[in-house]
């Protein structure tokens, strides 16, 4: 994953912001989906709970908390492009 032993360098953080970034651009597309069964609101609060949840993850620098965040992040996008809500995004 990186150069650090426990915890994220600059370059770290720096080589995972893409993939970082578009995980988090295809979450909030994916919440937009007319096949998802959310109304107006509930999408909104889905969008802001993801939102919630990216910016605390992007003050995360531990290597293996980095790695579960990014592995939960296309867990749920997967259920999501299935047609499923992540019942607990954590």
């Known amino acids: 994953m ?3 032993l426990i915890w994220a360098t600059a370059e770290d ?4 912001r893409g993939q970082v970034l578009s995980l988090y651009r ?3 597309r994916s919440l937009n989906s007319p ?3 959310l109304n107006l609101a509930a999408r909104l609060a889905k969008k ?9 993850g992007a003050e995360e620098h531990s ?6 965040l990014v ?9 999501l492009r299935n047609g499923e809500i992540p ?3 954590q």
């Not at 953080?13 to 995972?16: K, Q």
């Open 2 to 4: 990186g150069k650090g």
């Open 13 to 16: 953080l720096a080589r995972n």
């Open 26 to 28: 295809q979450i909030l």
């Open 35 to 37: 096949g998802l069964p």
């Open 48 to 56: 802001a709970e993801v939102r919630a949840i990216f910016m605390l």
């Open 63 to 68: 290597l293996r908390n980095i790695e579960d």
């Open 71 to 79: 592995d939960a992040a296309e867990y749920s996008l997967c259920l």
């Open 87 to 89: 019942k607990y995004i």
